[in-house]
């Protein structure tokens, strides 16, 4: 909060060749003072409370958007008020992730991001928008891309309902958000951003999916960090038949929806379940096990051929534009 009076201070210093050294200081105060203020916290107070830092720094970024608007009538499509409101965002966005103390960094990013897309609409500048893509890239290369992401969710709590959840189901929900708020396309944003919107959906059918697999793997094991490998038998079952359920999920989701890429999605991870069963599951699997691979998959695979029938091919499959 001390940083206020520097950004107060009038911008008649004539700093024409570094213009941005007027607003500079007094914005990214905070940035600059978290990662020492994070460990005089814990130190200081301990971690029981730690989510209300990020409030405070929320709050002086707040303090630093009234200063530029009200004192030096800076519009909302100044950068300096721009970087000033996803300063604002990230101190409420972050302080849930961090006072639950699991894996806060990419779940805040995700939940920045999912932001940024909607306060696009309101603040019409291309910073906050492509700032929401680029965090939710970051957020989905990070689980999906990353080798010690395994690491994120540990086997502890029920399953479904546990950390892992969390850690991969927020992400995922935050860039189905981040999609829709960047679909709502004003003439005036001209960014370059029509691709974004569906590039953000199937990176979060990417990361459902990646949910979908550490979920069977925590139902699994008993001890440590989460492993893909099939510790049993009837783990690889689980496994086929919790592919086959997130290809029919998406499938029947695409129809409402009236997209045309979660339906074919949806229908390419129902494959490769298929193939799974066909290839893997037949040589690995014992009898029993092997049965109620098949079964399970056959019925999802007849569900399946009967909605993509009957209502996506006859109903003559009406579409929004969509870019894809």
């Known amino acids: 909060l001390g940083a206020v009076p520097f950004v107060s201070l009038r911008s008649d210093w004539k700093l024409d060749p570094f213009p941005a050294l007027g607003w500079m200081p007094g914005t990214l105060a905070g940035v600059a003072l978290f ?188 001890a440590g960090p989460v492993e893909l490998g099939g510790a049993t038998m009837l783990q690889g079952m689980v496994r086929s038949l919790g592919w086959a359920s997130w290809g029919l999920f998406l499938l029947v989701l695409g129809v409402p929806t009236r997209s045309r890429v979660t339906r074919f999605v949806g229908f390419a991870f129902l494959m490769l379940a298929a193939g799974k069963v066909f290839v893997y599951d037949i040589y690995s699997l014992p009898g029993f096990v092997r049965v109620g691979s098949f079964i399970g998959l056959g019925v999802l695979l007849i569900i399946s051929a009967l909605l993509f029938d009957r209502i996506v091919m006859r109903a003559g499959d009406p579409q929004k534009p969509e870019g894809a």
Not at 111 to 133: D, K, N, Y
């Open 35 to 222: 990662p020492a203020a994070y460990v005089a916290w814990d130190v200081v107070l301990g971690p029981s409370v730690i989510g209300l830092l990020p409030l405070l720094l929320g709050f002086h970024a707040l303090l630093v958007t009234a200063v530029l608007i009200r004192a030096h009538g800076l519009r909302l499509e100044h950068p300096a008020v721009v970087v000033s409101v996803i300063l604002v965002l990230a101190g409420v966005t972050f302080a849930l992730p961090i006072q639950v103390q699991e894996k806060w960094l990419t779940v805040g990013w995700a939940m920045e991001g999912l932001a940024l897309a909607w306060i696009g609409l309101r603040v019409r500048h291309p910073l906050a928008r492509w700032g929401s893509v680029l965090l939710g890239v970051t957020v989905a290369v990070r689980l999906l891309a990353n080798p010690w992401a395994l690491e994120y969710g540990s086997t502890a709590g029920w399953p479904v309902l546990n950390w892992t959840l969390y850690t991969w189901g927020v992400p995922t929900l935050c860039l189905v958000g981040s999609a829709m708020g960047l679909e709502r396309t004003r003439p005036e944003h001209n960014d370059g951003l029509d691709w974004a919107p569906q590039a953000l959906r199937i990176l979060a059918m990417l990361t459902g999916f990646a949910l979908v697999n550490v979920e069977v793997s925590h139902a699994f094991q008993d």
